[in-house]
């Protein structure tokens, strides 16, 4: 339908809350950004320590999602084809890191695997304390992202190619999995994007040590409370970068796949 | 006239879905628009129901401009080919819709109610939930919702198209013998010529965004206006400079008649009561195509045709033909 | 169907249970336990502190007025990218899902920017006028909106793409305007994505931590809400206040996954 005037006005107010509560703030963050000129920009995200935080963002956050793709397929796999007692159990699981504050998803692993962990592993304060923190926060994007594709697919496929002769593997390798390569991939975008962006998990949980534990969101809080938010600002905008590509992708996927279709 | 519609042309980009398009469709009468899918039929029907808005041109209805109305204005029913039930009502809150909108008062809503699903025979189901119905019967509670209101006119778009063909013929001949009760002026699209031409009163036949021919049922078959007209209401086969339908074509086993066309028979296929016959003519008549011929199975008897029969061709007298396009 | 072999079938059986065990479930009952090893009494203990109890009712009001903003706006921007067209709708529909992929932390920084009192883009009007944002409930119910804003409309989306407009259209040639088909007819058919994503909502809107710490001021008594007290507590060594705190929120959010997977299968079975 085209806009009608009762539309046009909903459309317009709309617009308007969302500029003024997310467009506006989100500009503000690059022009402030660029209010120290391009070598106080530089300047600001090659300091030693943001680069430390930098790469250990980047990295931990690469390795988690890898860690989802594997696992994430693996989980969605198994709730869909699978049947077990406590399946319903699994699938309810899943949406925990969802719903759960994250200051208490710190606090949470903290119990398993801080200094009075019952299976006597002490993370906590460490590398590995940032990894389970991602991993946790990100499980559920793939497994969702995949789940209703895999449910969706037609067995027939899966029928014709078996009595073509194909090996379980090779029916999973050729037609199953080229399928579901769009949602793991959107899936992976998502839990890259929140990876990077994770702060709430981490501050109980990883001690936010310079150059060893300490993340790029908690840069930005530190200069945020060191009153220099040009510098939380140029931080800022490598993260939003990271956010916009995530989301021109997913938009991407999402024509490829509705086009397909 | 009911509806009136007068220049309405409708473009998508660069396709033209109506075309400059004047149609007068009369009071009380039961019309079908048909045409091939993609013709425009049913544009032109959600324009006259205000779904969807023209380009250009006018639509009147019962002498009103509607043009510029609102759909919930304009005082039609419209029945959808997947029914559009509302999934969270039951039958008979479904049916009470338009009336409620209307603010019609309690009692005489159930009074309404209770007649149309007597007439569209629902009314042991007035408290199912349409997940609860079949396609034919879901179809008929869309009618009933449609007619509670009491249209001006009634619209219906492919309103069999998503049925199994017994169920189809069933509704089809319900759907006459409804018209004949209720008098409403009807508008039906279809791309099924038998449907047509066994239902409506008359019949416009609409391709490429253009009306080919408005006309009866008979007029279109025995007068076809055109090519295309003659072709989508019935077989057609060509007979050297003309085309003209199978069962129009005389068949003789010897060569009497002049102008006859001699030919061989190279498929016969007995369906029915019907012989259905391939004739590949002589090569020095010879088009490129085998002439389709129907005759009954009798006739077939006696004139003892079978596979390999040597046979002469002509147009039988009082056929209707139109002279043949340029061999492709 | 592709069926596996037995043993494959029990390794990524045990491979996606273990997995899921040991980074969820187990780590999520320690919480329980932590909170409740001195037993029920001193448990319950917290919500005899005041700054506690005003924290969580805090939290309570801010993540209830979020929602009913984000619903609003969440329904009428659903509605707009799925029934009407006009220019800039594909650039609109990615934009409404950039919060998801938002640092909070950043979140947090942006409305700092634009709505502080001193140096602000709108701050220092709005201040002029004696309006605060920042270090108030209104700068946190903002920050809230932001980080579930996407969270009913990638809901409500699908489900209307699904059900198509037939029914509005055959409501509207009956006779009802757009409110009459809305009330009677949309909503009614959307009505359990929108009730999933409002529950969802309100779990993101309770636990929001980073964006709130930023525009709020934390201060005990007025700005601080229940997951900013859950950071104190543990970092001034009140660990059992710390937990007890947490288990609460927990209860909570567990409790709204537990009702959505509820509603979930109605929905598919409807």
Same mark, same amino acid.
């Given at each position: 339908m085209t806009l009608t005037p009762g539309s046009s006005l909903a459309l317009g107010i709309s617009l308007i809350w969302f500029s003024l509560l997310v467009l506006i703030p989100l500009t503000a963050v690059v022009v402030s950004a660029s209010d120290r000129g391009w070598s106080g920009y530089i300047d600001t995200i090659t300091n030693p320590q943001t680069m430390a935080a930098v790469r250990l963002t980047v990295g931990q956050s690469a390795l988690v999602t890898l860690v989802n793709i594997v696992m994430g397929t693996v989980i969605a796999w198994v709730l869909v084809r699978d049947r077990f007692f406590g399946k319903r159990i699994l699938d309810v699981i899943i949406d925990i890191p969802f719903a759960l504050p994250t200051i208490v998803a710190g606090l949470v692993l903290l119990g398993l695997?801080?200094?009075?962990s019952p299976l006597d592993?002490?993370?906590?304060?460490?590398r590995n304390a940032v990894t389970l923190a991602l991993a946790f926060v990100t499980l559920p994007f793939i497994v969702r992202t995949v789940q209703p594709v895999l449910e969706e697919l037609d067995h027939d496929v899966e029928e014709a190619a078996a009595s073509l002769g194909a090996t379980r593997l090779t029916i999973f390798r050729r037609v199953i999995l080229p399928s579901l390569v769009p949602a793991i991939t959107a899936g992976a975008a998502l839990s890259f994007a929140r990876a990077i962006a994770e702060y709430g998990s981490l501050v109980?949980?990883?001690?936010?040590?310079?150059?060893?534990?300490?993340v790029v969101s908690v840069r930005v809080l530190t200069h945020i409370e060191n009153g220099s938010q040009a510098s939380a600002a140029a931080v800022a905008s490598l993260m939003l970068a990271v956010a916009l590509f995530v989301i021109v992708l997913l938009d991407i996927i999402q024509r490829r796949v509705s086009a397909r279709a | 006239m009911s509806i009136e519609v007068s220049n309405l042309t409708k473009k998508y980009g660069d396709f033209y !879905? =109506?075309?400059?398009v004047n149609v007068s469709l009369p009071t009380g009468q039961l019309t079908a628009l048909l045409?091939? @899918?993609?013709?425009g039929k049913s544009t032109l029907l959600r324009i006259i129901a205000g779904l969807d808005t023209a380009d250009h041109g006018n639509v009147s209805i019962e002498g009103v401009? !509607? %043009?510029? =109305?609102p759909p919930q204005k304009r005082n039609v029913g419209f029945v959808f080919q997947h029914y !559009?039930?509302?999934?969270?009502? %039951?039958v008979a809150k479904n049916v009470a819709f338009g009336l409620e909108i209307r603010k019609t008062p309690k009692a005489e809503v159930k009074r309404r109610v209770g007649e149309l699903l007597e007439l569209v025979h629902l009314s042991q189901f $007035?408290?199912?939930?349409? @997940?609860? =119905? @079949?396609g034919g019967q879901r179809q008929r509670m869309a009618l009933a919702r449609a007619l509670a209101v009491e249209p001006t006119v009634l619209l219906l778009d492919e309103?069999?198209? !998503? =049925?199994?063909a017994k169920v189809r013929k069933e509704l089809r001949d319900w759907l006459r013998r409804l018209h004949d009760e209720v008098h409403v002026t009807t508008v039906f699209v279809t791309h099924d010529q038998e449907e047509a031409m066994e239902v409506a009163d008359e019949i416009v036949v609409i391709n490429q965004g253009r009306v080919e021919q408005v006309g009866s049922p008979d007029q279109l078959y025995?007068?076809? $206006?055109?090519d295309f007209v003659m072709g989508f209401l019935g077989e057609v086969t060509r007979l050297g400079p003309v085309r003209l339908r199978p069962h129009d074509v005389e068949v003789a086993v %010897?060569?009497?008649? $002049?102008?006859a066309f001699p030919g061989t028979v190279t498929r016969a296929l007995r369906v029915g009561f019907e012989v259905r016959l391939q004739v590949e003519l002589d090569p020095e008549f010879g088009s490129s195509d085998p002439v389709s011929v129907v005759l009954s199975r009798s006739h077939a008897r006696s004139l003892d045709i079978e596979l390999g029969s040597k046979v002469w061709l002509t147009a039988a007298i009082g056929a209707v033909t139109v002279p043949a396009m340029v061999a492709v | 169907m592709l069926e596996v072999s037995t043993p494959v079938k029990w390794l990524l059986r045990l491979l996606a249970v273990g997995y899921v065990f040991f980074l969820v479930a187990w780590p999520v009952t320690t919480i329980v336990r932590t909170a409740f090893a001195d037993g029920v009494g001193s448990m319950l203990?917290?919500? +005899?502190d005041p700054a506690t109890v005003h924290a969580l009712s805090l939290t309570l009001q801010i993540a209830i007025q979020a929602v009913v903003i984000n619903l609003v706006f969440g329904v009428t921007i659903s509605l707009l990218l799925v029934r009407y067209e006009f220019p800039g709708k594909r650039v609109l529909s990615a934009l409404i899902d950039l919060p998801m992929a938002v640092s909070p932390v950043v979140v947090g920084l942006a409305l700092l920017l634009v709505?502080?009192? /001193?140096?602000?883009w709108f701050g220092e009007t709005l201040a002029e006028n004696g309006?605060?944002?920042?270090?108030s409930g209104t700068g946190m119910i903002m920050a809230t909106c932001f980080v579930a804003l996407p969270l009913i409309v990638r809901e409500v989306v699908p489900v209307l793409h699904e059900i198509g407009d037939d029914q509005e259209q055959a409501a509207r040639s009956l006779g009802a305007n757009f409110r009459q088909t809305f009330w009677r007819i949309t909503l009614p058919s959307i009505k359990w994505a929108v009730v999933y994503g409002v529950v969802l909502s309100l779990a993101r809107s309770l636990g929001e931590f980073g964006a709130v710490k930023v525009v709020s001021g /934390?201060?005990? /008594?007025? +700005?601080?809400t229940a997951t900013l007290l859950v950071e104190s507590k543990y970092e001034s060594f009140d660990q059992p206040g710390a937990y007890s705190v947490a288990f609460v929120l927990a209860f909570l959010s567990v409790i709204c996954i537990v009702v959505v997977s509820l509603l979930r299968p109605k929905e598919i079975h409807k």
């Open positions: 695997y801080g200094p009075n592993l002490h993370w906590a304060y460490t109980l949980l990883s001690g936010n040590k310079p150059f060893s534990t300490e | !879905a =109506l075309d400059d045409g091939p @899918s993609g013709g401009d !509607a %043009t510029k =109305l !559009a039930v509302f999934k969270h009502m %039951t $007035a408290d199912r939930m349409p @997940s609860q =119905l @079949s309103p069999f198209g !998503a =049925l199994d025995d007068e076809p $206006a055109n %010897t060569p009497g008649h $002049a102008g | 203990e917290v919500f +005899t709505y502080k009192p /001193n140096g602000g309006i605060q944002i920042i270090f /934390n201060v005990i /008594n007025q +700005t601080q």
